[in-house]
Structures are given as structure tokens and as C-alpha cells.
């Protein structure tokens, strides 16, 4: 069993910035594919950002340009680094895991693809 441990979110002004961070339990495996979801109100869950320990990435079409993810691999944490923040990008943001498996890149509907372990999420309000 993998936990996963959301921080970093908080309320901003349009054009700051927010640093996200996901710590996650030890686990034994060499490989994971790492993700930032969001959801605002009433909206979809939305995939933001993927990473694996391949370090090949991969972001949404609204945050590409703005948003940074990276990895710790000997502090077992994942980041989310946003820039330029935008009203539009307040939601509860959610990182997850896959533990054992490279991130299946030739799907390209990132947003079907189907995630073991959650956090409980971390508030990002922006105001304009």
C-alpha cells in the first residue's frame, strides 16, 4: 500500500506562483507513473501532469508552459511547480500513483488512464 500526501496549496493573486508537493510512502519498485489530477466545481477531474521514473513528462494543453512536474526520487516526493496562475486554474488538486509500471504514453487520452493510489488533495484558489 502506497500513501500519497498532498501540501503546498493555498490562495494567490493571477500571475503567482504555487509549489505542490506529493510525498509518498517507500515502495520497492524501480518504476511509477506519477500524476497531478484537478477538479473544480461542477467540472470533470481534469489530468494536469504526468510524470515517470523514465522521467519522460507530459502536461495538459492548458497548463503546458506554466506548470512544472519533477520528481525527488530519494525523497520519495513528487512536485507540481505553477507559474502565471490563472483564476481559471482554482480546483482541489489531487496527485496519483501507479507503482510497478511506466506510464502507457501511447494512449493519448491521458485523462481515461486509470490510477491505484490518491492523495486527499490540496486547495489552489487563484483570484483575479
Known amino acids: 500500500q502506497v500513501q500519497l500526501v498532498e501540501s503546498g496549496g493555498g490562495s494567490v493573486q493571477a500571475g503567482g506562483s504555487l509549489r505542490l508537493s506529493c510525498a509518498a510512502s517507500?515502495?520497492?519498485?524501480?518504476?511509477?507513473?506519477m500524476a497531478w489530477f484537478r477538479q473544480a466545481p461542477g467540472k470533470p477531474r481534469e489530468g494536469v501532469a504526468f510524470?515517470?521514473?523514465?522521467?519522460?513528462?507530459e502536461y495538459s494543453y492548458s497548463v503546458k508552459g506554466r506548470f512544472t512536474i519533477s520528481q525527488d526520487n530519494a525523497e520519495n516526493t513528487l512536485y507540481l511547480q505553477m507559474d502565471d496562475l490563472k483564476p481559471e486554474d482554482t480546483a482541489m488538486y489531487y496527485c496519483?500513483?501507479?507503482?510497478?509500471?511506466?506510464?502507457?504514453?501511447?494512449?493519448?487520452?491521458?485523462?481515461?488512464?486509470?490510477?491505484?493510489?490518491w492523495g486527499q488533495g490540496t486547495q489552489v484558489t487563484v483570484s483575479s
Open positions: 496519483a500513483a501507479n507503482i510497478g509500471s511506466l506510464c502507457p504514453w501511447s494512449d493519448y487520452d491521458y485523462n481515461t488512464w486509470s490510477f491505484v493510489y
Open positions: 517507500r515502495y520497492t519498485y524501480s518504476t511509477h507513473c
Open positions: 510524470i515517470d521514473s523514465a522521467l519522460d513528462t
